[in-house]
């Protein structure tokens, strides 16, 4: 005969399972695994079972404190793979809801599928969910849960609804009272994430009076009951205070016992104290009974690193070391491979926060080497990465044996070598990064370290064992972000490429040109010249339609100024190069706009071997074509290279620029605009910087500057278009973005400034301007285009420097002095005021230099006890590194009165 409670809550759970997995959280261990075991039999019309999908251990012993154990089973059906995703969802406890309905099903198992994926998906929301219920069927069942949901969203910050409590009662009427009580908890819990701790505690109340002794639910019940009490006092703790909710708390814990309801005295005690210390007071309960939880000693998931970060995170380094080494040793004991990597790197960058807090007060080097083993031999890349590696720390530990026992701990573990060295390659990379300029010896071993393993390391294209690609990727960052360090590998860098040119798939040697296209005009002569031979002789050995990754570096490399630079001195080299960059150009339809720049730069001899004349106009004509597509990003390049090469793209060519660039223009006032829309600011420059020779070139009676001229109105319509629609300059993402690029409002601002200024239609498009300058998502990237472009006239707009924020202040300083120049006016006085004013609201900031310099120059003087003064001063002495550079420079612009800074 089956246990006739359990039998009872089978059905239940078969009746209603998607309301019960919407607060499964709320339930323990047995109640989850019936639920989860009647959901599989239920939605497989009994076809399967939990016992199919699982290998189980059911929970044993206390049901408030039992754990679950399952191991999946290999099911080859879709459904059941399925439903087995769903059961780890539920115990893994990750809100990870990322299911996705498999293809092939029957149209109920689909419908189950969508059905159990919806449910989960509101049991994991916040406020912020979506009311509306996609697909129908048993989906719909959820409505009335969904509806009082969002009725209690309605009633947060407003008193418009009024029936929220009676519209969750209504959602569970005919569901068992235990259903409807968790319920109702569960709507409290989400006014309480919504910092509606009085809406939430009427839920709470509430959820305990529908709470009903039942004989099916009987343990739950209880435990439900002593949930709720403790989400009372939490919620009255927000409300009204400690001491309200500590009396609450004592009285709950009080009841507890250890054998037969430890749930409060497991969960409430801690929070007691807290109440009671809150006001300065304690508990004599917390004293008398101080519980604690032994779990599972031998089980890896039982010593986990919470308390480890938690003391990390605030700056308890001593306690979290102790957590750290208590959760390594362990981990290490019980064999934990995987689990000891994880702690070790949380570990490593622990001990380097800490090293780093005591820069100035004390040195660790001991500590720093062990942050750095530890890291190491975490093999986690991605934790090495988010370390916080400043250059004082980097300048004070970083030493010659800092980088041996680096190569020493990478190759103690042969088993974890790869790993070791992909961390290894981070290191290096971002303490090249942070290292000064002047420690150029330690600076040259990191960089032949990257190159090394660039060319011995592995190129599989995987982030896992991919040596040889970081090493490449970090090399390249270092070129960007370090010019100075180029010179400081030479030999290294043609070794590399002579690696990937004798063998290697396309995408390693594309990495290693570019690599080498980044760092050759930095290196030695002789490096230099052989890497540019090679890569003219490699163009010369590829096909016509090679993989365009390579194409695009050697055409870097060849274009650099060293390829430029022995060009002119080696006639032989220069035609080598010259036939290199056109067959690169004529590689693909895609890459022909580069003929056109080349058609500038390079000996014609060169194109006619090549190319006859025919084939130059289908080029050329290509490049009109693509020039018309307006449903491309493209568009914009293929208009450039037409009006940078005028006399190739004939006064035609130019009249299909001009038509193009205004129907992108226009485009900005459709549904959708041409993606080209994004960079055709580049085409506005150009025109604006180089009219007047594109003019010259076409030695034709085309009236370009009046031609060019009929584009104000479409300018005009975009900046009216943007201002209410900003995202005209999001630019496409996946997700689509919230707010407008900033670099592209300003890039536009900004080139639209020029054209204007080129036009001689200085004022015509200043109300357009305006009115999207009022949109806020605007207003910063047109500050700054609009500032750096004003920069250069010659009075100063007070009330136009008032508006500006610091990033379009300080962006168009530059610009504004060397306008100034060296004039020692009046009006060259006036306009250091006004910046000299702005500057000390914004600043202070290094940029403040070159103002308070010329400011003193011309004998600018402040008032030391005016209240700009006053603020700037105490602002200044916050800064230790500003106050010793700047402190002079102020002394300088205050009178005789002005007190030590």
């Known amino acids: 005969m089956p246990d006739q409670p359990a039998y009872s809550r089978a ?34 019309a009994g076809r399967w079972t939990l016992n199919d999908l699982f290998e189980e251990a059911p929970a044993a012993g206390n049901p408030a404190t039992a754990d679950w154990i399952l191991a999946t089973r290999d099911v080859p059906d879709a459904f059941a793979s399925f439903l087995s995703r769903v059961v780890l969802a539920v115990v893994w406890r990750g809100d990870d809801v990322h299911l996705v309905e498999p293809d092939g099903l029957g149209a109920d198992e689909a419908d189950w599928a969508r059905s159990l994926i919806t449910a989960l998906s509101l049991g994991t929301a916040d406020f912020g969910f979506d009311p509306t219920l996609q697909g129908s069927g048993r989906t719909m069942g959820l409505a009335p849960y969904v509806t009082a949901m969002a009725e209690a969203r309605q009633r947060v910050g407003s008193t418009a609804s009024t029936r929220w409590l009676e519209q969750i009662e209504e959602a569970t009427k005919d569901a068992p009272p235990l259903l409807g009580a968790l319920f109702t908890k569960h709507v409290g819990d989400l006014l309480g994430d919504a910092d509606c701790w009085g809406l939430a505690l009427e839920c709470y109340l509430q959820a305990g009076d529908r709470l009903i002794d039942d004989s099916i639910w009987e343990g739950a019940v209880v435990r439900t009951r002593q949930i709720v009490a403790q989400s009372v006092a939490m919620a009255t703790w927000h409300r009204d205070g400690p001491e309200q909710a500590a009396a609450l708390l004592e009285a709950l814990v009080s009841e507890s016992t250890v054998d037969g309801s430890p749930l409060p005295l497991l969960n409430a005690a801690f929070d007691l104290m807290n109440a009671r210390a809150a006001r300065g007071s304690f508990s004599t309960a917390w004293s008398a009974r101080r519980p604690a939880t032994y779990t599972a000693p031998l089980l890896l998931q039982s010593h986990n690193l919470e308390h480890a970060l938690t003391y990390a995170a605030t700056g308890r ?20 491979t995987t689990a000891a990597w994880q702690t070790k790197g949380h570990y490593g960058r622990a001990v380097i926060d800490e090293v780093e807090a005591s820069l100035g007060r004390e040195l660790q080097p001991r500590s720093f080497a062990m942050g750095v083993r530890l890291l190491v031999e975490s093999g986690r890349t991605e934790l090495a990465d988010a370390t916080s590696w400043s250059e004082r720390l980097v300048e004070t530990y970083l030493t010659p044996t800092t980088l041996d026992e680096l190569r020493d701990t990478t190759a103690r573990s042969p088993g974890t070598r790869i790993e070791r060295e992909l961390v290894a390659t981070s290191l290096r990379r971002e303490w090249l990064l942070a290292i000064p300029a002047d420690k150029v010896e330690l600076a040259r071993d990191m960089l032949a370290d990257l190159a090394s393993t660039a060319r011995l390391g592995q190129h599989t294209g995987m982030s896992s064992t991919n040596t040889g690609g970081l090493s490449l990727k970090s090399l390249k960052i270092v070129a960007t972000e370090r010019p100075e360090f180029r010179g400081l590998i030479g030999p290294e860098l043609v070794a590399l490429v002579d690696r990937f040119r004798q063998s290697s798939g396309p995408r390693p040697m594309a990495d290693a040109i570019e690599a080498a296209a980044l760092f050759v005009d930095g290196i030695d002569k002789d490096s230099a010249e052989a890497l540019c031979r090679k890569a003219a002789e490699l163009v010369q050995d590829l096909p016509h339609d090679a993989f365009w990754p390579i194409t695009r570096a050697a055409s870097r490399l060849l274009d650099s100024d060293a390829a430029s630079a022995l060009s002119r001195q080696d006639e032989a080299f220069q035609r080598l190069r010259s036939a290199a960059l056109v067959k690169l150009a004529l590689n693909s339809a895609s890459q022909h706009t580069s ?3 080349l058609l500038r730069d390079i000996d014609p001899s060169a194109v006619r071997e090549q190319i006859g004349a025919e084939e130059l106009e289908s080029v050329v004509n290509g490049i009109r074509a693509r020039a018309r597509e307006m449903s491309s990003s493209a568009a914009t390049e293929n208009i450039h290279a037409l009006l940078v090469a005028p006399k190739v793209a004939g006064e035609a060519g130019v009249h299909e620029a001009l038509d193009a660039i205004e129907r992108i223009l226009r485009s900005a006032t459709s549904p959708r605009p041409s993606p080209s829309l994004q960079n055709g600011y580049e085409v506005l420059l150009l025109i604006a910087r180089n009219g007047d020779k594109i ?60 054209l204007l200024r080129w036009l001689g239609a200085g004022a015509e498009l200043n109300e357009a301007l305006e009115t999207a300058a009022a949109n806020h998502l605007l207003a910063e990237g047109m500050s700054t285009g609009r500032a750096v472009q004003g920069a250069t006239s010659d009075a100063i707009d007070a009330d136009a420097v008032a508006k500006e924020r610091a990033e379009a202040f300080y962006a168009a300083l530059g610009e504004r002095l060397v306008a100034i120049g060296s004039r020692a006016d009046q009006g060259a006085a006036a306009s250091l005021r ?44 916050r800064d230790a590194n500003l106050r010793l550079s700047l402190s002079p420079l102020l002394r300088c612009v205050l009178d005789e009165a002005a007190a030590r800074i």
Request: proline share 6%; aromatic share 8%.
């Open 834 to 877: 006004i910046l000299l004013h702005r500057c000390l609201q914004l600043g202070p900031r290094g940029e403040d230099a070159a103002l308070l310099l010329a400011s003193r120059c011309l004998g600018i003087t402040l008032d030391p006890n005016a209240a700009s003064v006053n603020t700037y001063t105490a602002k200044l002495r």
């Open 595 to 597: 003929l056109l720049y």
């Open 317 to 336: 380094f001593k306690d979290s070391h102790r957590w750290f080494w208590a959760k390594l040793r362990r981990q290490t004991a019980l064999g934990g």
């Open 11 to 44: 059905i239940e759970f078969r009746a209603r399972p998607l309301p019960w997995l919407v607060v499964h959280h709320l339930l323990d261990a047995d109640l989850v695994r019936e639920l989860l075991s009647a959901i599989v039999v239920e939605s497989s």
């Open 695 to 754: 003019a010259d070139d076409l030695d034709t009676t085309l009236d370009l500057r009046a031609r060019v001229r009929q584009l104000l109105s479409p300018l005009n319509d975009l900046w009216r278009s943007a201002a209410s629609r900003p995202l005209i300059f999001a630019g496409f993402a996946v997700p689509p973005r919230s707010t407008p690029d900033r670099v592209t409002v300003h890039n536009w601002t900004f080139a639209t400034l020029e």
